[in-house]
């Protein structure tokens, strides 16, 4: 459907999409079941950016539909919506098929997985603004009004909200995660993960960075998340405290902490083999017991400024671990972080930490550690 056209549809009469959209299904109620976006939010912003939303989805169907219908019921007059189904056999066809009307383009065939969906979907797009919804999760209510509210053209990079992680059969209780980027950019590389489902490209600084890692499946948001500030930096990256995406948590949910730590892990060891530092690499893949990278290579051309960098961002890595081997007292670890460590790319904190922990090497390796933490225990 065009701009134009579901411009005419939302002015019509002052009502959304809500009256024209199929009935909910019976016991379903509050948003975006009955309820919808105020129309009427829209008329006072400068500019209405396209927003591109694209659904990658198999077998939710479930689920699919309160995700469509967070999208539809934003009541934005400049959305662009795709789906990417994988060849689903649930009834995923058929929830897609009642909404077929509002859906720009739509698909339905056998995929190499997530990555390669989003990928079809991203060679669709038309719009200003884009992120990927997945099948089982939905946005918040005033999500697109804030979107268009913070996006300035040809300055604003990301756009990057809280979401709420709630499980869907209530075992454990709903969490708001925030997003907070680091002083500096070694750090925010090393530390910061992306909230995807908060955080929206510019979508023509997206495709310079080339498309997602099809040999990922559960980091490939993470991995173009560092290509993009290794490009771009964080300097145009906008936040905004407020909830933008409700990310569910089921007994079929990809999120297995295993299998993402994993594939994170071999970002760390890919960005420090492209740039010449082997024996962090080496340290990285011993820790995270990473023996194959199963197709996998970090895709970005690193020049002398991006790899100054990316050295600065392991050494953030190196120290991290450091911290945490001297908490678990796994001194075998911290030894050899320590070994490698260069705190020229540390923050004056991080330089006065890493010398304390040299010193408690230093006093260990001389048995004196023990003695000293007796008088101090003393002391006290």
């Not at 309820?35 to 989805?57: A, H, N």
């Not at 098929?97 to 995929?111: P, T």
């Not at 979107?147 to 708001?176: C, W």
């Not at 796994?330 to 930490?353: A, E, R």
Request: proline share 3%; aromatic share 12%; hydrophobic share 35%.
């Amino acid at each position: 459907m065009s701009a134009e056209k579901k411009s005419e549809i939302l002015t019509t009469a002052g009502n959304g999409l809500l009256s024209q959209l199929p009935p909910p299904p019976i016991g379903k109620s509050g948003w975006p079941w009955n309820e919808e976006t105020d129309p009427s939010v829209y008329s006072g912003l400068k500019s209405l950016p396209r927003i591109t939303i694209v659904t990658p989805s198999f077998n939710q169907g479930r689920f699919i539909e309160k995700t469509i219908r967070s999208v539809l019921l934003q009541n934005y007059p400049n959305l662009e919506f795709i789906v990417i189904d994988g060849g689903s056999t649930d009834e995923t066809i058929e929830v897609l098929a009642k909404y077929s009307k509002w859906i720009d383009h739509f698909v339905s065939e056998k995929d190499n997985g997530q990555s390669d969906a989003i990928n079809k979907g991203l060679k669709e797009c038309t719009g200003d603004i884009f992120n990927w919804l997945n099948s089982d999760d939905y946005y918040h209510d005033d999500c697109f009004c804030v979107l268009a509210s913070n996006y300035v053209p040809g300055q604003t990079k990301l756009i990057a909200g809280d979401y709420r992680i709630f499980h869907d059969d209530g075992t454990e209780d709903d969490k708001l995660i925030d997003f907070k980027l680091q002083p500096t950019l070694e750090q925010t590389l090393a530390i910061v993960l992306l909230n995807q489902p908060s955080c929206f490209f510019d979508l023509e600084s997206l495709r310079k960075l080339g498309e997602l890692n099809v040999s990922l499946q559960y980091v490939m948001d993470q991995d173009i998340f560092k290509r993009f500030l290794f490009a771009f930096g964080q300097d145009d990256i906008v936040y905004v405290s407020k909830l933008l995406t409700h990310f569910r948590i089921h007994s079929e949910s990809k999120t297995y902490q295993f299998r993402f730590q994993n594939e994170y892990n071999r970002i760390f060891a890919s960005i420090a083999k492209k740039c010449g530092l082997v024996k962090e690499a080496k340290l990285l893949e011993e820790i995270h017991g990473i023996k194959d990278y199963k197709g996998y290579e970090f895709e970005f051309e690193f020049d002398a400024r991006t790899t100054e960098i990316a050295i600065g961002a392991i050494q953030n890595v190196l120290y991290q671990t450091a911290r945490k081997a001297s908490t678990t007292e796994n001194f075998k670890l911290l030894n050899k972080c320590l070994s490698l460590m260069d705190v020229k790319y540390l923050n004056k904190y991080q330089k006065s930490y890493a010398n304390r922990l040299k010193l408690k090497r230093t006093l260990r390796k001389f048995n004196i550690l023990p003695a000293l933490k007796f008088i101090l225990k003393s002391i006290g």
